[in-house]
């Protein structure tokens, strides 16, 4: 069963039906898409930096100080 | 206006001004005038000591009411902005149904949204030094919402109903996923490349509902 889904227009709640709806859908499955590419990219760049510190023989700490 | 409002004032035939207080009538010397956009302020703490005063300008101007909303998935105001003000201030707090939610800003024209035309630099961050950068063209990301804890942002939105380009700065604190102890910090500006005269907003969740308030200042100069 879908779930309803309700939305809030000028203060009033109502339900979301037809193109309003699909726009709604369409807008959170894609942003969700993008917030899952997101988190993906991020474990990426966090297992590639934890190779590269150890590597290069460093902590996390000390390559922070490199930079700072 | 300091004490002012303990007085009612009338208008005698003569013209002349005259003011109440505690059943006993006090005559003003001078007669009434026309002092456009002024108001009576009290000078002094001495009775009577009233003088015609320009009303302090500037600052911010709730527009309509705090907007409350409950388990929406959007969350949408029409008829805010027009040519009354150029600059507008939005300050919205609410909790999500789920966690990991991310939530977007869609400016609106004539009961719709827009979805497309927006450029969204976007900084994301922690405490624990986790900094990235993302975005969106179909909307505004303002913030990383969770659902135990308030999420909250405060939004200035440049000449929204002009016919040119709006554009936005805002920072945002999300709960984000509280179990993982991980709540982030949002720096955002923005621009809508199209030159659509906007009338409102939509706050959008990317899963979920959210559940609090917004509040739409007009900010006068």
Redesign the interface.
Known sequence: MMTK???????V?TE?KGELLQ??LD??A???L??QA??A??EAKAIAKAALLERLGLTEAEA?LLIS | VANADRYRFGYRSSGRFRGFRSGRRYRFRRSLRWHDGAGLAKASGTDLDFEWSTPASGGYVLIGSTTTFSASSSVSIDSLFDSTYTNYKVITAFTCSVNDTNVFIKLRASGSDTSTNYVNPTFRFNTAGSTSEEGSTSSWKIVSAGSTETNSADLTIYNPAASKHTTLTTMGYGSYNPTSNSGYGNFAVGRQKSTTSFDGISIIPSGGTITGTVQIYGLAI
């Open positions: 889904i309700y939305v809030n227009i000028n203060g709640e979301a726009s709604i807008f959170q894609q942003a969700e993008d917030r997101q988190e990219e991020r922070a």
